[in-house]
């Protein structure tokens, strides 16, 4: 076990270096300095991948007991619906348990509270069944009365990082263990935003205020219970059997940390078990001992735009050209170092959605000089700026090698690098030829305002100024789509009018990692939603003590 005397000491001394809040951008900044690729790789060397280790881990003996150390900000309510903090929430999701879930591999929703649900033939109401003999910690069973008040929770809460869960809800009732939600019209991705932790009612009814005792002392049905919380210092959950089983460790002890900086720190000072980064942190990371690194697939989608209004660009073959010559493997193994996951279209390869049989642009110099040549080009179209963020280091390679790969077809590129803020002034102006840009696009793509015409004016991000009537129809019906055979179609359909016309070219989605220190054994599962989904399966390697 480990020991923790000198923790405060050491915690406070990070608080006094720490940065101050971060920033999040639609277009990624990723302005945090980054060691060189040396460095990360040297860090890479000690890492053990989960999935290469699966077999090693079969053969281990699992055992019970042990404490995992996380961290998170200083929480204002321990009410995950009136929660603001985004880590607040990664933690309280060890406590409450979600009406829907994600699955990991998939990207696909599951039920979890529910049970299961059925969608009417106008694709306006969803009717869902909630589980039966489920309780919350306190014994109590959990029924859809305690849906539908989280609901009206979210409802008069409009900075709960869950208010997407009423979009496009025009009503909302239970009927016995069924609760029913009625939408103004289609929505196909409800499920995405039906994915929010349900609360006890007859706990929280009139007791929803910070001021009040159980806003920081959680009742939940999750794996982890709530146990004692010391002010601005730490949160204390136990074990709990819950309807997914009970889990191996013991307790989990949550240490309060004012920033990203200070987990980066207690991470590598073995002061914590656990961290999830990204791979801006990742050239960072100084950690010496054996860690265990897992991949969490994510929807931050990396690419290449065009600017339509430049009379080159509306060319096709000269886009299918630029697309056959970005080399996607190379950018993704020796840049990112294998963290991400090649794709053209915005939809993530693993995900359900995902179409496997769509032209990919894998690098091909022949069929880049092929298209190029179908593009009949004069000599003085083939000069065009690559406009790329100054503070992106990542970002500045794979501009200047996707430059070296365009100049060998026979194109003069110039990179041009600019900070963030001009650079995202160009974007918005249309002052470029070409960008290089990432875009999150969070739990649900919003395609709309990235693909459609409508995301050309203020407030969108389609950048490109991509306009096209047969794209918007397909995207429209996506987010239409009155079941999920017809949600599965129209997905498939953009995507191949998408490879087609190369409004952009994709170049991969950016993962995630989650960290775990050497003492931390067991099947990792996390996923876009949850970075401890599936915790139940975790275990503490016990350190055995000498005679």
Known sequence: MKLYKGILIFLACLMLSACGNEKEENIESNTETVNTQADAQNTEETTVNNTQTTEENKAETITEGGELVLSMRM??????????DATVDDILKLVFEPLFTIDSESLKPMPNIASNYSISEDGKTIYIDIKNDIYWHDGKPITAKDVVFSLDVIKQTPTSLYVNALYKVESYSSKGNQVIIKYTEPYSFFMYNLCF?????????????LESSQSLKPIGSGSFKYSSYRLANYLILEKTTSFKGTPYINTIKVLITPDSYTDLNAFEKNITNSISIDFSSWGNLNYKREKISTGITSNNFEYLGFNFDKDIFKNVEFRKAIAYAIPKDEIINNIYLSKGQKAIAPINPNSFLAYKDIETYDYNIQKAMEALGK?????????????VNLENKERIETAELIQKR???????VNVVKKPFEEYKNDLQTGNFDMFLAGIDFGVI???????????????????????????DYLVGNIYTATSEEAFLKSSIEMQQYFTEQLPVVGIFFKDKILLTDYTVKGEKKPNIYNQYNNIEKWYIEQEVEND
């Open 375 to 387: 593009a009949n080009l004069t000599q003085d179209m083939i000069n065009i700026n690559l406009l």
């Open 406 to 412: 365009l100049n060998q077809i026979g194109l003069n």
């Open 75 to 84: 929480p204002k309510t321990l009410n995950p619906l009136i929660n603001e």
């Open 445 to 471: 793509p919003n395609l709309q305002n990235f693909l459609m015409s409508s995301g050309t004016g203020e407030g969108g991000i389609n950048y490109q100024n991509f306009k096209d009537s047969r794209m």
């Open 197 to 209: 932790p349900v609360i006890p009612s007859h706990y929280y009814k009139n007791n929803l205020s």
